[in-house]
């Protein structure tokens, strides 16, 4: 498959084109961001530990019937996947409460939450990416109604084969983001799943192997993200 030209550079990503018109090649980067890009700075090997733990995630997610853009692997850094129109809604699903969640409610980090919150978020960086309902969704035309209810049911289920997945690995799945497309005419798993995207807290000692600890200068960033991607692999 060859790699044609640039077609977007995302905080994370870079997409180019292929000759075929439905796929294109997902870049992966070392650039790491936090507060809505107000943090920049660069975790070493971070793009390489990020395709392939995501790469690991969609194989398993596509083998439960998930549907996914992944195609496949094509080396350490680039993975080759179909070409959506990604929905301008971010999903994040939250099992404990943390991050955003302990600011916007004044919860304390790592507070049991009597049931799975959903969250939809307008992806906006210009607008900060604001929370919103599926009202909102509706009203500015981001998503059908048919739609709506494919990315919820998509989401539950994946948090719900997530969790145990990570569970096996000794990891506990604290909350994480989603980003679905169109391809088709159906909607599918797009962008990619990692400790950018998630929080995974050490089973057992509640150690934190994920963004956050870039996010809070925790040191230890490079090891945590390989911690994962050894656990993934195993």
């Not at 994370?12 to 439905?22: G, R, S």
């Not at 530990?49 to 969609?58: E, G, W």
């Not at 049931?115 to 960086?125: A, G, I, N, P």
């Not at 990891?171 to 995207?197: M, N, V, W």
Request: glycine share 6%.
């Amino acid at each position: 498959m060859q790699k044609g030209k640039q077609l977007y550079e995302g905080k994370a990503k870079i997409i180019y084109a292929t000759e075929d018109p439905d796929l294109i090649i997902q870049y992966f980067k070392d650039d790491a961001t936090a507060f809505n890009a107000a943090k920049k700075g660069t975790i070493s090997e971070k793009g390489v530990m990020n395709n392939k733990i995501s790469t690991k995630i969609f194989e398993f997610l596509a083998s439960q019937g998930i549907p996914t853009h992944f195609e496949k692997n094509l080396n350490d850094r680039e993975m080759l996947v179909k070409k959506v129109e990604i929905v301008p809604v971010e999903v994040i699903i939250r099992n404990k409460a943390a991050g955003s969640l302990c600011r916007l409610l004044g919860l304390k980090e790592g507070t049991a939450l009597a049931s799975t919150v959903l969250e939809f978020c307008y992806k906006r960086d210009d607008l900060g990416d604001p929370l919103i309902n599926e009202s909102h969704v509706l009203a500015l035309k981001m998503a059908t109604e048919a739609e709506v209810e494919a990315i919820r049911k998509y989401t539950l289920k994946i948090n719900e084969l997530l969790t145990r997945f990570f569970a096996n690995l000794g990891l506990e799945l604290i909350d994480f983001k989603l980003e679905f497309g169109r391809y088709k005419g159906k909607i599918i798993l797009a962008d990619e799943i990692s400790p950018d995207t998630c929080r995974l807290w050490e089973i057992g000692t509640g150690k934190k192997l994920d963004k956050d600890r870039f996010r809070h200068d925790l040191g230890q960033i490079e090891e945590a993200y390989q911690e994962v991607l050894s656990r993934v692999n195993k």
